[in-house]
């Protein structure tokens, strides 16, 4: 609807010092005529009202007063709703749940403020953005930061809104303080903010609250985890049993502490100490067994993943026999200041003819078999066993628990030499499952023929060879001999090959890389690696060929960064039904077709989910996987034909936004009172206020009132009459 307004104003062409100087010089006149006028009696209104009169008109002269005439338009208010955008609006509520409560509290407002410009955005971490839909799909952030919503907002250029309408449960990230809220209302700008409570009932839930760990995680050391736990809705709860697991890949999840919570005023504490032997992101779970009547079993448990470092590489090797071989790499383990080494040479076994009674001794400290491979073997990060037969040592009793050892995570790397692998009497073992190669029973486990090993095309591409390479491109020395090894297994890749024996229509593998479970493993078929280190070829790189070898080796078994092919990281949290971003980062010189394969953790018949990407561009690849459940998860990125880079995750349904149901209806009535706004439930929407409309300047006309010269004219008549006034007067 046009509105007319007229108004007065001076002429714009005069800046406001002259308006006000020349007002002053005029009522400075008037004062002093009205002093002069006191002293006469003689026609003393008429002298004194022509001189107010004579004034005006020459003030009319020299600030030109004109006619404004204003036509505007109005249109309706703008009114901000901002939807709160959290994975906690997820949690059911009377039969749907808080988001579908939410959004139709959205739309009922538009309906509310039918002659208003509504405009409905969500909020979460950062900006607010527009509404992703009405089912659980889109977006949707860990947190509902109000204060950053509204701080974005008032950044922007655009005209400032008549009424912010807040939709929540109360619980909101930010404000939570008393200065959050006083910050709140700085960033109002002097507008209402209304809030509308979606919930006012808290649901019958026990919950993990939260998971504090102190400190940092460092392998085979005990970290204490307290854990948090919370009981609302009128749910009893007076004591709760919890668990610790430890989730593994193929294999079921490990018990690593347990407890019973006593729960004061509906919260308690309990602090529970975890040992977690393996280095790298370990995934742990943590539960609850809520009593009877729980809604909401989602909270029941949190999956969280915890990087786990080491102070040192503990290592245990045994070897057969002293060889060079064996020497040279006890002597590189015992010069590295990262490893901790625990070392054994047999020199005899009970095979041996010794010549002396049953009862002598050829050691002064014996092999303590059991021991090791029972109640110490956990304790280490890898075995490297070296030309070790196990039958003659008594370790083939150990083999199936060695097996499992690598399966949980541990390392092993068998080196060759006659009495290893197949000559070790290692085939048909439990052991032999988790080495990349086959073993074959053959009557000549260990050929003596020189060769040098030949590059495989992942040999070339293996981060893990680069340092050899880089000393000496693709030459090696001549070995002196090789073990007979069998086809590589499934997802094992071949380094070195053998430049002339086959197994069936391929070459055999020298030099082999695998996994096991959550365990890797290494076949070395050779026990010349020490001419790396002593040899005419070994003078080209000054005998740092050895150690370039072995910190490669050890390093990728300990998953050392260096050594793969990518490194790949979670963008922001993995929530149940919400999309899940990996970012994939490559090494400058890894070229080639990506393939990301993702795998549930523990023991599950659900299929991989495989992303392959040909060839992509150099940089940085974000990697989109969406409708993930609950658990843990292995990432598994290989690029070319480089050995596959592997990240553990947790994804959690409701995570860390789901851990307190309670609603807060209380804090939204707050905000609503300190910013002059109003608090309503969902059903009383009816009672917002409504702001009024806004009016929009369509079109301003500025019009003098009388010409200049004319204000000159009647202001010199006027003077005239004035003078002839004062002079009847007496005053001149």
């Known amino acids: 609807m046009g509105l007319a307004d007229v108004s007065w104003a001076f002429s714009e062409d ?23 006028t006191a002293r006469t009696e003689r026609r003393r209104f008429l002298v004194l009202a022509s001189g107010v009169l004579a004034t005006a008109l020459l003030l009319a002269a020299v600030l030109r007063p004109v006619a404004v005439s204003l036509r505007a338009n109005s249109v309706g208010p703008k009114v901000v709703v901002l939807l709160d955008g959290s994975t906690r609006l997820l949690i059911p509520s009377e039969g749907k749940t808080r988001r579908a409560r939410a959004i139709t509290a959205a739309k009922a407002i538009s309906s509310t403020f039918k002659d208003a410009r509504v405009s409905v955005l969500e909020f979460g971490a950062g900006a607010p953005y527009a509404l992703q839909g009405e089912g659980e799909g889109g977006s949707l952030s860990v947190e509902s930061d109000l204060t950053a919503a509204l701080s974005h907002l008032n950044s922007l250029a655009q005209e400032k809104p008549q009424a912010y309408v807040v939709v929540s449960d109360g619980r909101l990230s930010r404000p939570t303080f008393d200065d959050d809220l006083t910050r709140l209302k700085q960033l109002a700008l002097g507008v209402p903010i209304h809030t509308v409570s979606i919930a006012d009932v808290d649901p019958p839930d026990a919950a993990i609250r939260a998971v504090h760990a102190a400190g940092a995680a460092v392998a085979h050391q005990p970290l204490s985890l307290t854990i948090e736990l919370g009981c609302s809705g009128g749910l009893k709860c007076n004591e709760i049993p919890v668990e610790i697991h430890e989730l593994r890949y193929g294999m079921p999840k490990a018990l690593l502490a347990s407890g019973v919570a006593k729960l004061n005023q509906d919260s308690g504490k309990i602090e529970l100490q975890v040992t977690l032997d393996r280095a790298g992101t370990r995934v742990v779970e943590v539960s609850i067994a809520a009593p009877s009547g729980d809604s909401l079993p989602e909270n029941n448990s949190r999956v969280i993943a915890f990087t786990v470092t080491r102070d040192r590489i503990r290592l245990l090797h045994v070897a057969g026999r002293p060889t060079y071989d064996v020497r040279s790499l006890r002597m590189w383990l015992k010069s590295d200041e990262s490893v901790d080494l625990v070392a054994f040479f047999i020199l005899r076994s009970t095979e041996d003819e010794t010549r002396t009674t049953s009862n002598s ?24 066993l070296q030309d070790l037969d196990a039958v003659a040592y008594h370790l083939a009793q150990h083999l199936p628990a060695l097996a499992r050892y690598v399966e949980s995570g541990g390392g092993l790397i068998m080196v060759g030499g006659p009495t290893s692998f197949t000559g070790g009497r290692y085939a048909g073992t439990e052991l032999e499952r988790v080495l990349p190669v086959r073993l074959l029973s053959s009557e000549k486990p260990f050929d003596l023929e020189q060769f040098v090993p030949s590059y495989t095309d992942s040999g070339r591409a293996a981060p893990v060879l680069r340092g050899l390479r880089d000393l000496f491109g693709d030459a090696l020395p001549e070995m002196p001999g090789a073990n007979i090894l069998g086809a590589p297994r499934e997802n094992a890749l071949v380094l070195w090959e053998h430049p002339r024996k086959k197994i069936g229509q391929a070459s055999m593998p020298v030099l082999a890389l695998g996994e096991a479970g959550d365990g890797r493993s290494i076949a070395l078929g050779v026990d010349g ?18 150690g370039a070898l072995w910190d490669g080796l050890l ?55 495989v992303q392959r990407i040909p060839n992509p561009p150099p940089g940085p690849l974000k990697i989109v996987f969406s409708d993930l459940k609950a658990g843990g998860y292995i990432a598994k990125a290989k690029i070319g034909s480089a050995p596959p880079t592997r990240y553990d995750f947790a994804c959690e349904r409701g995570g860390q936004a789901w851990s307190d149901s309670r609603v807060d209806p209380a804090r939204l009535d707050r905000i609503a009172k300190l910013t002059g706004g109003r608090a309503v439930a969902a059903s009383g929407l009816s009672s917002l206020p409504i702001p009024r409309p806004a009016e929009v300047a369509a079109e301003r006309r500025v019009s003098a009132l009388l ?26």
């Not at 009522?27 to 005529?33: E, N």
């Open 14 to 36: 005069l800046s406001g010092a002259w308006v006000w100087g020349a007002l002053g010089l005029g009522a400075l006149s008037i004062l002093l005529l009205a002093l002069e």
């Open 361 to 384: 001794e050829l050691a002064l400290i014996p092999f303590p078999v059991d021991e090791l491979f029972t109640e110490h073997l956990p304790s280490f990060d890898a075995v490297v």
């Open 529 to 546: 690696t020490h001419l790396l280190a002593f040899s005419e070829l070994a003078d080209e790189g000054s005998g740092r060929g050895f």
């Open 555 to 609: 390093g990728w078994l300990m998953r050392d960064p260096r050594f793969e092919a990518a490194r790949t990281e979670l963008v922001g949290e993995c929530s149940e039904g919400q999309p899940t971003t990996l970012m994939l980062t490559r090494l400058p010189s890894m070229q080639g077709d990506v393939t990301l394969t993702l795998e549930r953790l523990g023991v599950t018949q659900v299929a991989p989910i």
């Open 707 to 732: 010409p200049a010269w004319l204000w000159s004219l009647f202001a010199a008549i006027v003077l005239g009459a004035h003078w002839l006034l004062r002079r009847d007067s007496g005053l001149v």
